[in-house]
């Protein structure tokens, strides 16, 4: 950056923390017009660039991405425990029960998330999703609830209209 340089390490700990070091040293301490303007555009276009954006996965939905059912299940079941107020956590439980096959007691997890919290969109969408299944878990089997499926994505789009993954499952469901 101009007579100075800025240097980032990224470094992840064994117990999941991420070490972020950022370093900038100045350079000189006396610089000629010439170096103050190059250095002057450097750190603008540093600036005015893309940010540093560091991600985290949960670690239920990165068990549950990776295949792990029974330690996604295990990860939010802690959660539905430690924020017994919160029915994403039971939606993820029924997310992973069905991933798992099991879709009946998916539907009994989406239940109770809905039961908790009645307003909650993502709680509709995921029992459409899960209603979408037979009582094992396969997408479109006989034994699945065809009307329960769209009457749900159509209560989900209702609390939320502009949730743009929510309207095109109920496009998709009629």
């Known amino acids: 950056i101009g007579t100075g340089a800025l240097t980032r390490e990224y470094k992840q700990e064994t117990d999941g923390v991420v ?20 250095t002057r555009k450097a750190v603008k276009e540093l600036a005015d660039g893309k940010p540093v954006i560091i991600g985290f996965d949960a670690a239920g939905e990165a068990k549950l991405n990776s295949g792990d059912i029974g330690g996604a299940l295990a990860e939010f079941r802690k959660l539905t425990v430690l924020h017994p107020k919160e029915a994403r956590h039971h939606a993820d439980v029924a997310r992973a029960l069905l991933a798992g096959g099991m879709g009946d007691a998916s539907r009994e997890a989406i239940k109770k998330a809905i039961e908790i919290e009645p307003n909650y969109a993502r709680g509709w969408y995921v029992q459409g999703l899960v209603l979408e299944h037979d009582l094992f878990g396969r997408h479109h089997r ?11 994505l159509k209560k989900a789009k209702e609390l939320a209209p502009k949730d743009e993954q929510i309207a095109a499952r109920v496009e998709l469901a009629k």
Do not use: Q
């Not at 009307?147 to 749900?152: H, K, L, Q």
């Open 142 to 152: 006989k034994g699945f609830d065809r009307d329960g499926a769209i009457a749900s």
């Open 19 to 38: 070490l972020v070091t950022m370093k900038f040293e100045s350079g000189k301490r006396r610089l000629t017009p010439a170096e103050f303007e190059t």
